[in-house]
């Protein structure tokens, strides 16, 4: 059998737990793939000195069985000695938890990238270790943070996208939401190619605004993936009109998008050719892009393998890799 080359854009959480479902799948199959996946860098934060990316993390230690599985962020059995020990100092933000072993991996790759490594480097380095079983190459060697605009009390301002997150919670509403640094960031080595040489490329179910339309935003990506003649198909996030995890709907409120899995197929017109849907939303019709409806809560190993197998199900039953979407329309 030849090998397939599979690209997918990957936030945290619903990314990781997707590609994990889409190892087992291929693996089950006998399918010999090459994984590429291209990781949202916008939700990176310095903090303590450490830079800290969450989302790269959460998709190496998923991949590399070092997750908290029920949590989906940071590592299993972990301890946060040196977060007390900080917050004792009085040391700024405790809103954000990062536990002992997860400190190690913020102390290499920030240590590297002092020594001038690029992230992508540097995050080729953190997987030796883990072994991921796919390559895993963030979105731009550039930083990128997605800072997010509100008007509370304290007036109107941006923070970071993490302080809205994990201290708010998104309980004010965002007025909008912007990658700062996306403008002037170029593709990681390596991307483009990913994109432009796929058998097939895949939108996990990742938030759709800070991790999709973040990784989308950094110039050249998005047309990369409107040229590439791979089948390009996307998972919904939304179920039902409600995110699975998270506050996805507050993102999308904020980029004027309704929260649905029509909506969010309509924001990646152009994009996708293929969009798989939870039953719950059987019957979402989108222009020109074929829709099919299955459960899609992916709920444990088996469950996450079948919404897989429909991806690469119905890329295959897209277009043959090689032509084009323009071509085709
Ligand atoms: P984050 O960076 O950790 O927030 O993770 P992602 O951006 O990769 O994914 C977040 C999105 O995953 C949220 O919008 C969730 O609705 C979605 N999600 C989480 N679990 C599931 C699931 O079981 N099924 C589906 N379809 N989406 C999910
Ligand atoms: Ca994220």
């Known amino acids: 059998m030849t090998l397939v080359r599979i690209t997918?854009?990957?936030?945290?959480?619903?990314?990781?737990?997707?590609?994990?479902?889409?190892k087992a799948e291929l693996a089950a199959r006998g399918t010999p793939a090459e994984i590429t996946v291209i990781g949202n860098t916008a939700d990176d934060i310095t903090l303590f000195g450490l830079r800290v990316c969450p989302d790269l993390?959460?998709?190496?230690?998923?991949?590399?069985?070092?997750?908290?599985?029920?949590?989906?962020?940071?590592?299993?059995?972990e301890t946060f000695t040196v977060k007390d020990e900080l917050t004792a100092y009085?040391?700024?933000?405790?809103?954000?938890?990062?536990?002992?072993?997860?400190?190690?991996?913020?102390?290499?790759?920030?240590?590297?990238?002092?020594?001038?490594?690029?992230?992508?480097?540097?995050t080729e380095a953190l997987c030796a270790r883990w072994q991921p079983g796919v390559r895993l190459i963030p979105m731009s060697d550039d930083p990128v943070e997605s800072h997010v605009v509100i008007d509370d009390a304290q007036g109107r301002r941006a923070i970071h996208f993490q302080e809205w997150w994990v201290r708010m919670h998104a309980s004010t509403p965002a007025l909008s939401i912007v990658p700062i640094g996306a403008d002037d960031a170029k593709p990681a080595p390596g991307v483009l190619e990913a994109i432009a040489e796929a058998d097939v490329l895949l939108f996990p179910p990742s938030?759709?605004?800070?991790?999709?339309?973040?990784?989308?935003?950094?110039?050249?990506?998005?047309?990369?993936?409107?040229?590439?003649?791979?089948?390009?198909?996307?998972?919904?996030?939304?179920?039902?009109?409600?995110?699975?995890?998270g506050m996805a709907d507050a993102c999308l409120t904020a980029?004027?998008?309704?929260?649905?899995?029509?909506?969010?197929?309509?924001?990646?017109?152009?994009?996708?050719?293929?969009?798989?849907?939870?039953?719950?939303?059987?019957?979402?019709?989108?222009?020109?892009?074929?829709?099919?409806?299955?459960?899609?809560?992916?709920?444990?190993?088996?469950?996450?393998?079948?919404?897989?197998?429909?991806?690469?199900?119905?890329?295959?039953?897209?277009?043959?890799?090689?032509?084009?979407?323009?071509?085709?329309?």
């Open 57 to 77: 993390d959460t998709v190496m230690y998923t991949l590399g069985g070092g997750i908290h599985e029920e949590q989906g962020w940071g590592r299993a059995d």
């Open 255 to 329: 980029i004027g998008v309704e929260t649905s899995a029509g909506a969010v197929a309509q924001l990646y017109s152009g994009l996708i050719d293929g969009w798989l849907v939870d039953v719950a939303d059987a019957g979402t019709e989108i222009d020109g892009v074929e829709v099919r409806a299955l459960p899609l809560y992916m709920v444990d190993g088996p469950s996450t393998r079948v919404i897989a197998a429909a991806a690469l199900d119905l890329a295959a039953d897209l277009r043959p890799a090689g032509q084009s979407r323009a071509s085709r329309q």
């Open 207 to 245: 938030n759709p605004v800070v991790s999709i339309g973040t990784i989308l935003a950094v110039p050249g990506i998005r047309d990369a993936v409107s040229t590439t003649g791979a089948p390009v198909v996307g998972v919904s996030p939304i179920i039902g009109g409600a995110p699975v995890r």
């Open 90 to 122: 009085g040391l700024e933000p405790q809103w954000f938890r990062l536990g002992d072993r997860d400190f190690a991996t913020h102390i290499v790759r920030t240590q590297m990238l002092d020594a001038g490594y690029p992230l992508s480097q540097v």
């Open 8 to 22: 997918a854009l990957a936030g945290g959480i619903g990314g990781a737990r997707f590609l994990r479902g889409l």
